[in-house]
């Protein structure tokens, strides 16, 4: 029991620690190693359960496939440095966004610590937990027989996820958004653009002569890579 | 012989035949082919009715269904056609007649530059007319009735050059569609109460309706034939009508479409039976239309207008049959007026023919000598209207005023003798009409009645010019017309000589008509006795001799100055029409303006405040849509938040 | 008072769930948003776990099952959805995808 509680506690720590790196860390390569830490954790809290396949997957599949994929997209895309995330544009966001964030802790506790009985009522009867054998042979008899439907369909939404995975990043050559529709171009255009005009400015301020901003310009500059 | 969509189908072929080919067929080529696609009509017509004869008593009708034509929901309503005794009635005058007028016209049109297109307009109107009637249920009725509406309007401005002839059309269509507004009304309510517009559907149902249910529909529909019929308030159109081609003014105008509106009401007798007071407001309207059109009709110089009011006058009497439940009498009388008075029609376009296009009886006279045939035949119509037995007007007279005798209506007597006055004054106007044209001097000759007759009555300007070339000289000299068109005369002066056979009152195997029409018409009334109809025929006969021998007084002998008979009050039809005139361009045109006000600004006002309002809300609202997703997200979290709370709180609870 | 039962794991999910929702409304990196996703995700999974424990039941495993199934789905599409906006706007901020503003 001692040992339980121990493993618990330290497990949990990581966790904590590892989410906080995630919300608070400003690289986001630091922020896909908090998460590792989380998933581990979380891995060993299952051990700690008793739902030893399930922790073995959660390190696999989470640890082992999503966050290098996380990490993979992060180097492939170049933005492995930290962000300036300072100034938050929104008016209000951040304020509301804690006060939600602790609101929907305060009632969940609320509710866990509460509640006189179990919020999820009376025990379901899939099937018990300690049978002989290992765990995965349960597991497996319950997937393949009353889940199965689910278990195919899942098989079919995995298919589908790595179709549309490859058809997302194909490369092409069309311009991202309508340009009839949209002249000025996207917001990345617009400031590129004013980011530009700004920096002429400066140049021609020591000559004295206010150029105007060829704005009509190139409004593909920005759409084309 | 059951082919019964043939007989609108063939003046329908007619129409579209002419309307392409009518200029190639040319004059008389079309008028021929219109006339024979009616005549052919006719013939099938005659089929159906032998066919009909030889069913028995009870099962005397065909129903034909052609192909759906509306389908919405449970509102269905078919393309077919109800053959029994009283459309088949109604077709074979409007066939028959149709025909021999169409002949009539082929004559009487010729020359015109647009003689193809007038046939072109007679026989859709005759295609028109016989959908009216054929149609087995209120909205194919109500089909052929707009359509006469739009040929009556087409043929009263078919000179249109002239601006007058032009309103004219305007007019009856105008008034025409007050009426309307009735029919649909009407219909809308029959649909709501009975689901169903179909004839044969609606007569077992009919006695099923509330009693105000069943008066409202029948005043409704008796507001569309007060409109198509020409009665009291919406009969000013008619007189107007005259302006169009003398043959239509007796197609259109006396023969067929006018008598829609009693068509209609004795269709409907099933509801008719339930409508309670309904029908002595139809009888009141009736008899006091009769009266008013009577009395305008003495004072009239036109040779069409005495006709027009006359025409009216006997749709009076009409509907003054059908408020008393007289419904053979309605229909009897129909026939044989469509038999007289489409004769002293033509008779009169033949008049006007030989005259150069003159229509003011104070320049006619002595006619007799120059027109034989039609001064002929004009006797027997001119007897038959005015109730000479044995002629046929006398017959079918006789019988509405006696039915109203013995009529339960409100104030039959009142009515009885109202219709003994009509009577009085129909023998007295159309004998001056007879005196007037054929007996007495050449007036033409004389040279002081100038081309405009001011000087006589000065109140008289309503001399309707019928054609533009209107050259009347005192050297002219009239000629008979052609046979084309004194042929028609003959036989419908044969018919309207004999139409009284139909329904003879000496006992019940004479009264083939009543037979022949029992099962279509639910509706009971009872003749007074055999003695007291003896009575009433004699008074009525008296009547009529009374007013033919005052006329005769008046006009031939001279004994009265007509001035203190033909009234300005008269001649100008109790200025009914000049009051619509006076209220429509004064109060009803600021009432009108203001309705059009309020239809501008509170009821588009509200529709497009509605769609301004939701586009400025929607301006609004859609800085909510900020495009980024962390506003969205927030949103959701704070649903969410929102949810938790509920459930919370539920547990707690 | 120091027995552990599954309030305690619960308590531990809440915290993490809660931690992930305010990151995901705080943070303007879309990978960063991502990783929120993964944590509340995981909070989930953790209570799913405590409560097939406290319960003696299988349940609660089997939906942890699908949930890793679906989060590894959804992590393919939406990082192939990230790669797509970024190579075309060389930008990772989420705010500067607004086009569906009204």
């Known amino acids: ?225 | 012989m059951t082919a019964v969509w043939l007989i609108p189908a063939l003046p329908l072929l007619g129409f579209v035949t002419l309307v392409v080919l009518g200029r190639k067929f040319g004059d008389p080529g079309a008028g021929i082919f219109a006339a024979c696609m009616v005549g052919l009509s006719f013939l099938g017509t005659l089929g159906v009715f032998a066919h009909l004869l030889s069913l028995p008593h009870e099962e005397r009708a065909i129903s034909q269904t052609l192909f759906t034509w509306i389908s919405s929901g449970s509102f269905k309503v078919s393309i077919g056609f109800l053959a029994d005794p009283l459309s088949i009635t109604m077709c074979l005058f409007i066939t028959g007649i149709g025909a021999l007028i169409h002949i009539y016209s082929v004559g009487y049109m010729k020359g015109d530059p647009k003689f193809s297109k007038f046939f072109v307009y007679l026989n859709l109107f005759v295609a028109s007319m016989l959908l009216l009637v054929l149609g087995d249920n209120l909205l194919l009725t109500f089909l052929g009735w707009e359509g006469v509406g739009a040929c009556s309007y087409l043929l009263i401005s078919f000179w249109f050059t002239d601006p007058k002839n032009a309103s004219a059309g305007k007019k009856a269509f105008v008034t025409n569609r007050v009426g309307d507004f009735g029919f649909m009304l009407a219909t809308f309510l029959v649909w709501v109460t009975l689901g169903t517009v179909n004839y044969e559907q609606i007569r077992p149902l009919a006695p099923g309706l509330a009693a105000g249910t069943a008066t409202a529909i029948a005043l409704l529909f008796f507001l569309g034939a007060t409109g198509k019929s020409a009665q009291l308030p919406l009969f000013v159109w008619l007189p107007d009508a005259m302006a169009g081609p003398t043959p239509v003014s007796a197609l259109i105008h006396a023969a067929t479409m006018v008598t829609a509106g009693v068509y209609l009401l004795t269709r409907l007798s099933p509801i008719m039976a339930e409508a309670g007071w309904a029908n002595d407001v139809v009888a009141w309207v009736g008899a006091l239309t009769a009266l008013v059109a009577a009395c305008a009709a003495i004072a009239q110089n036109d040779i069409k207008k005495v006709l027009a009011y006359s025409t009216v006058s006997q749709l009076g009497y009409m509907f003054l049959a059908v408020g008393t439940q007289s419904y053979v009498a309605a229909v009897f009388h129909m026939i044989t007026h469509a038999s007289f008075k489409a004769l002293l029609f033509l008779g009169s376009g033949s008049v006007i023919h030989a005259m150069a296009h003159e229509q003011d009886m104070r320049k006619y006279g002595n006619l007799r000598k120059y027109l034989p045939i039609t001064y002929a035949t004009f006797m027997v119509g001119w007897l038959a209207i005015a109730g000479i037995p044995p002629l046929s007007g006398f017959w079918s007279k006789d019988e509405i005023l006696a039915g109203v005798f013995n009529a339960k209506t409100f104030g039959n007597l009142a009515l009885w003798v109202i219709g003994m006055a009509v009577a009085l004054l129909t023998a007295f106007y159309m004998t001056r009409q007879v005196i007037m044209t054929f007996f007495g001097e050449e007036k033409w000759r004389h040279a002081e009645v100038d081309a405009h007759g001011h000087e006589l009555h000065a109140d008289e300007e309503d001399a309707v010019d019928d054609h533009d070339h209107h050259h009347l000289t005192p050297d002219h000299t009239p000629h008979e017309s052609p046979i084309s068109m004194t042929l028609p005369l003959v036989v419908l002066a044969g018919a309207a000589a004999v139409a009284g056979l139909l329904n003879l009152p000496f006992g019940d195997p004479l009264k083939f008509l009543e037979h022949w029409l029992e099962p279509t018409i639910v509706g009971e009334h009872e003749l007074p006795p055999g003695w007291v109809q003896a009575l009433l025929s004699l008074a009525a006969v008296a009547v009529a001799v009374i007013g033919i021998l005052g006329a005769r007084a008046v006009y031939f002998q001279k004994k009265v100055d007509p001035a203190k008979i033909e009234k300005p009050v008269f001649a100008h039809a109790w200025y009914i029409d000049e009051t619509y005139a006076k209220f429509m361009g004064g109060p009803g045109e600021t009432a009108f303006e203001d309705v059009a006000q309020f239809d501008q600004k509170i009821v588009d006002g509200a529709v497009n405040g509605i769609a301004g309002g939701t586009v400025g809300l929607g301006n609004r609202l859609k800085g909510l849509q900020t495009g980024l997703v962390r506003t969205y997200g927030l949103g959701m979290a704070i649903g969410a938040v929102a949810l938790l709370a509920y459930v919370v709180t539920r547990i707690g609870g | 008072m120091f027995t552990l039962t599954e309030t305690w794991y619960l308590v531990l999910a809440a915290l993490i769930f809660s931690i992930g929702a305010v990151g995901l409304l705080v943070r303007r990196n879309v990978l960063v948003m991502f990783m929120c996703v993964e944590l509340m995700l995981n909070a989930v999974n953790l209570t799913f776990v405590s409560f097939s424990t406290a319960l003696d039941d299988l349940g609660g495993q089997t939906a942890v099952f699908f949930v890793l199934v679906v989060a590894a789905a959804e992590v393919v599409v939406g990082l192939g959805i990230i790669v797509a906006i970024m190579r075309r706007r060389q930008s990772a901020d989420v705010d500067d995808i607004s086009l569906m503003r009204g």
């Not at chain 1, 020591?206 to 009509?216: C, G, L, Q, R, W």
Request: aromatic share 6%; proline share 4%; hydrophobic share 50%.
């Open chain 1, 1 to 225: 029991m001692r040992v339980e509680m121990f493993t618990f506690l330290l497990a949990g720590a990581i966790c904590l620690g590892g989410a906080l790196g995630v919300v608070l860390l400003k690289n986001p390569v630091h922020n896909a190693l908090s998460l590792v830490a989380t998933l581990f954790g979380v891995a060993v809290l299952f051990v700690n359960q008793g739902a030893y396949f399930l922790a073995a997957i959660q390190v696999i599949v989470y640890a082992g496939a999503i966050v290098i994929l996380f990490l993979f997209v992060i180097m492939l895309l170049g933005v492995d440095r930290e962000t300036d995330e300072g100034r938050e544009p929104l008016v209000a966001q951040r304020p509301l966004a804690v006060a939600t964030g602790l609101a929907i802790l305060g009632l969940s506790l609320v509710a866990l610590l509460s509640a006189g009985q179990r919020a999820t009522g009376d025990k379901a009867d899939l099937a018990p937990l300690n049978q002989p054998g290992p765990d995965i042979n349960h597991l497996a008899e319950v997937l393949f027989t009353r889940y199965v439907y689910a278990f195919e369909i899942t098989a079919v939404l995995l298919t589908v996820a790595v179709v549309g995975a490859v058809v997302l990043s194909k490369r092409t050559n069309e311009p991202l958004i309508d340009l009839d529709e949209f002249p000025e171009g996207t917001v990345v255009d617009v400031r590129r653009r004013a980011d530009d005009a700004k920096a002429q400015d400066e140049v021609d301020a020591d000559a004295e002569v206010v150029a105007v901003p060829d704005t009509e310009g190139d409004p593909q500059e920005g759409g084309d890579d």
